[in-house]
């Protein structure tokens, strides 16, 4: 697509409930990351996928959070259980970084997802 | 750990008048990014700096880098009200091995007439 897409762009739920969050990168982009902001915060590194696999995954907080990539594409953050502290805008960018590539690595963001956990 | 740290966190200025956003870093790299924020919008690149020496701009925004005091700097000239946003650095981990972008505090800027 034109750019990379998140759905829900909101998501209100329940402590307690688990929510799944999409993003879909710029076709042709290998790496693919989601990054967490709160509210008037920075950016929190969560993960980051190179095709389908996951170098770097040291920024979940905790194991109630997981993610996949399939098919080099479309991604899923999934957060079970949630908690209020995960209430957060969660940002998805795609690349067209390969693994050795030595160039720039300038990631294009989507509109992110808002989760508000009541 | 790569840390990345903004000041100020906050800049109120007037139009007209120059002001300097620093970002420092803990680790080595030659590749760093400057992104703008608009409040309740998405980040959107600035500039891309990949060397030491480094300068770019556009328009009123003019962006260095110091690979060797591990410093960036983002400079505004003459500022005008659509400048304001927050803006972010990041910096490429990829000097050592890892393909993150590790990004800065913030600093959230505000034009005033």
């Known amino acids: 697509g034109a750019g990379v897409s998140q759905s829900p762009s909101n998501k209100v739920t329940e402590k307690g409930k688990d929510v799944e969050l999409r993003c879909d990168p710029i076709s042709g982009h290998t790496a693919l990351y989601w990054y967490r902001q709160s509210l008037g915060q920075g950016l929190e590194f969560l993960i980051y996928?190179?095709?389908?696999?996951?170098?770097?995954k040291s920024g979940l907080p905790s194991d109630r959070f997981s993610a996949e990539r399939t098919g080099g594409s479309v991604s899923t953050l999934t957060i079970q259980r949630t908690q209020q502290e995960d209430s957060a805008v969660y940002l998805c960018a795609s690349s067209h970084r390969g693994i050795r590539n030595s160039g720039a690595n300038v990631l294009t963001f989507g509109a992110g997802s808002r989760l508000t956990v009541l | 750990e790569l840390k990345v740290e903004q000041n100020p966190l906050f800049l109120s200025m007037q139009e007209e008048k120059n002001y300097t956003i620093y970002c420092n870093y803990s680790?080595?790299?030659?590749?760093l990014y400057w992104y703008r924020q608009d409040p309740g919008k998405s980040l959107e690149s600035l500039f891309v700096l990949l060397s030491n020496g480094a300068v770019k701009q556009e328009g009123r925004l003019m962006a260095s880098l110091d690979t060797k005091a591990r410093l960036s700097t983002l400079h505004i000239t003459a500022a005008v009200h659509d400048l304001s946003a927050t803006y972010f650095c990041?910096?490429?981990?990829?000097?050592?091995?890892?393909?993150?972008?590790?990004f800065g505090t913030g600093t959230r800027l505000t034009i005033i007439p």
């Open positions: 996928f190179q095709g389908n696999s996951a170098p770097d």
């Open positions: 680790t080595t790299s030659d590749r």
């Open positions: 990041a910096v490429d981990g990829s000097n050592f091995g890892n393909e993150k972008l590790t």
